[in-house]
């Protein structure tokens, strides 16, 4: 590695696509963020890969439109063989239409054609996190059999810097605004470090995972919000994330611990879902409104699992994904379905937060079809302290 720099190792990810140009490009963006990335041009061959692999995938990211099988018929074939493993598919023409095939054929998102290298890094990590409880654990019990040698010595690094990160770890936050008062209605606590190699939150989380201590960075957010919450000013909520798998850490669910104490005020925003048994995740928030806490389901509109959380944990709050709102004025199709999902969010008495809104465009798109708590670079980017709303 040029410098004796020594990268991420974040997993492994199978890139499906019959465009070799497609195949390199992804696997050189995705082998520059630390993944181990494997190839083939069709979706027969990624099932003949995925069947013989010696190690697990922890994402496959395939093209729809493919001779032969093609990516809806190789998300189900994929299922047969590894029901849980996460499959991301990229298009060209994504459409209502296709959406409800990928639901129905087990996708847990899907990424629009053309798209910047952060865009897909981000797509990726994301899928590759929502995969659920029994198969994170099953990776960190093949990493610890695994270790030796130099896998030991990529080990020890990530150990370091993420200690590091985690000595290094503050929080910012961004104001979420009730444009029908004008006033800041919560501010979201976002995770931040100054370790150089995992300032990126994605890297950190996916880092977290790879060394089973997501109870402990999530243990450090919790305390960090509480020590924070002392200068949050009054009568304003905050919304702090939670991973899936810290429903598993009974220190989440403690009185006396330093987050408990502010639960009345707390919006717990639940992420990485899917994967998750409906039965416990129900029963484990139950126990966290028992506390106080109100809850969040996050990203609607990123991937398909939300839409059944919405029935499993019932949230108070939906957090439409960025992804949604971004040229929403210029969208009558975005229209309908956000004005859809506010108005079911409505009857169910929750209520919508458009996450990403950085125009006036898309802030009166927003208002237009029914969501007032907006969040977004308009109003404010994420900050040290508590910012003040500019727009």
């Known amino acids: 590695m040029a410098g004796g720099e020594r990268k991420l190792h974040l997993g492994r990810v199978l890139v499906v696509d019959d465009d070799p140009a497609m195949r390199r490009t992804c696997g050189r963006v995705l082998a520059l963020e630390g993944w181990g990335v494997v190839e083939a041009d069709s979706g027969g061959a990624a099932l003949e890969t995925i069947a013989t692999a010696k190690a697990m995938f922890d994402c496959v990211l395939s093209d729809v439109n493919m001779p032969g099988l093609d990516g809806f018929a190789l998300v189900a074939k994929v299922r047969e063989i590894d029901d849980d493993i996460p499959v991301l598919l990229m298009t060209g023409d994504p459409s209502l239409d296709g959406a409800v095939k990928a639901i129905e054929s087990g996708a847990v998102s899907y990424i629009t054609k053309p798209f910047a290298s952060e865009a897909l890094a981000a797509a990726v990590a994301r899928a590759a996190r929502r995969h659920g409880v029994a198969r994170m654990r099953r990776r960190a019990d093949s990493y610890a059999r695994a270790l030796g040698g130099a896998d030991a010595a990529d080990r020890v690094d990530l150990e370091r810097r993420f200690a590091n990160a985690l000595e290094r770890l503050w929080m910012a936050?961004?104001?979420?605004?009730?444009?029908?008062?004008?006033?800041?209605f919560a501010y979201e606590a976002l995770v931040r470090t100054?370790?150089?190699?995992?300032?990126?939150?994605?890297?950190?989380?996916?880092?977290?995972?790879?060394?089973?201590?997501?109870?402990?960075?999530?243990?450090?957010?919790?305390a960090a919000v509480a020590r924070a919450a002392a200068d949050a000013p009054d009568g304003v909520e905050l919304f702090v994330n939670v991973h899936g798998l810290e429903l598993g850490d009974e220190e989440l669910y403690e009185p006396n611990a330093a987050l408990s104490r502010l639960a009345p005020r707390v919006v717990l925003e639940i992420t990485e879902r899917v994967g998750l048994d409906p039965a416990i995740g129900t029963a484990r928030v139950g126990?966290?409104?028992?506390?106080?806490?109100?809850?969040?389901v996050d990203d609607l509109g990123a991937g398909y699992a939300a839409l059944g959380a919405l029935a499993h944990l019932e949230p108070e709050i939906v957090k439409l994904d960025m992804s949604l709102v971004r040229d929403l004025d210029r969208s009558a199709t975005k229209r309908r379905v956000v004005a859809a999902i506010a108005t079911l969010c409505r009857e169910l008495g929750g209520r919508v937060v458009a996450e990403g809104v950085?125009?006036?465009?898309?802030?009166?798109?927003?208002?237009?079809?029914?969501?007032?708590?907006?969040q977004g670079y308009l109003f404010a980017r994420p900050a040290r302290g508590f910012p003040s709303v500019t727009s």
């Open 194 to 222: 100054d370790e150089d190699s995992l300032r990126r939150p994605d890297l950190l989380i996916a880092t977290a995972e790879r060394l089973d201590r997501i109870h402990q960075l999530g243990r450090t957010i919790r």
């Open 358 to 374: 950085e125009t006036p465009g898309e802030r009166d798109a927003c208002i237009g079809a029914g969501v007032e708590l907006l």
């Open 173 to 184: 936050f961004q104001p979420i605004v009730d444009v029908a008062t004008g006033r800041v």
């Open 287 to 296: 126990m966290l409104r028992k506390l106080g806490y109100r809850i969040a």
